[in-house]
T-cell receptor, first 113, second 117 residues
Framework: GDSVTQMEGPVTLSEEAFLTINCTYT??????LFWYVQYPGEGLQLLLK?????DKGSNKGFEATYRKETTSFHLEKGSVQVSDSAVYFC????????????FGTGTLLAVQP | GAVVSQHPSRVICKSGTSVKIECRSL??????MFWYRQFPKQSLMLMAT?????????EQGVEKDKFLINHASLTLSTLTVTSAHPEDSSFYIC?????????????FGNGTRLTVT
């Protein structure tokens, strides 16, 4: 079945450092791909998405490119801030699925001042 | 934008009692709602999918008699944890999608922290 694999955390960075969180997927067909962010004690918020190969999703300085050849959707940010500290989830939604999301295990990001 | 409201945000109950969690779509009609459970430092596990007016579809390993889901209207779904036990303590999150939301991101509630003592 469809699945998502994320790099394990926690990821600890200093402010203004470059961030990469790896995400790869397994799916039949061409799923839509998402990154969600969860701040402490809160629900999930959509960070960005891409619906077809070579699409780049971006929001709040974060970017991720849908790479079909490597089945990847890595999250990047050029300069992280303390306020970016959160858990980040990669997720996919298969074509024709009833909006059912499959999540990766999440990666905790801790940014230190 | 679309908003999903989940209530309560936190609940503490005694072992053996039942707890009801509500999930409401505030500005759209949610034809489908999803219930997730999140264990500490782990990902979200889909528990069940409910469509308005029909029985919920439960994921493998989820006890349907323990986790009762009702989706009686296009704006409200409820999850009732029956005869709760300490191992049911977890973070429960709902999400909702409506007509025209194909391949669009689901909207999530802020979650309910359940503690069973």
């Amino acid at each position: 079945g469809d699945s998502v694999t994320q790099m394990e955390g926690p990821v600890t960075l200093s402010e203004e450092a470059f961030l990469t969180i790896n995400c790869t997927y397994t799916a039949t067909g061409y799923p839509s791909l998402f990154w969600y962010v969860q701040y402490p004690g809160e629900g999930l918020q959509l960070l960005l998405k891409a619906t077809k190969a070579d699409d780049k999703g971006s929001n709040k300085g974060f970017e991720a490119t849908y790479r079909k050849e490597t089945t990847s959707f890595h999250l990047e940010k050029g300069s992280v801030q303390v306020s970016d500290s959160a858990v980040y989830f990669c997720a996919l939604m298969g074509r024709g699925a009833t909006n059912k999301l499959i999540f990766g295990t999440g990666t905790l990001l801790a940014v230190q001042p | 934008g679309a908003v999903v409201s989940q209530h309560p945000s936190r609940v503490i109950c005694k072992s053996g009692t039942s707890v009801k969690i509500e999930c409401r779509s505030l500005d759209f009609q949610a034809t489908t709602m999803f219930w997730y459970r999140q264990f500490p430092k782990q990902s979200l596990m889909l528990m069940a999918t409910s469509n308005e007016g029909s029985k919920a579809t439960y994921e493998q390993g989820v006890e349907k008699d323990k986790f009762l889901i009702n989706h009686a209207s296009l704006t409200l779904s409820t999850l009732t944890v029956t005869s709760a036990h300490p191992e049911d303590s977890s973070f429960y999150i709902c999400s909702a999608s409506g007509t025209g939301f194909n391949n669009s991101p689901l909207h999530f509630g802020n979650g309910t922290r359940l503690t069973v003592t």
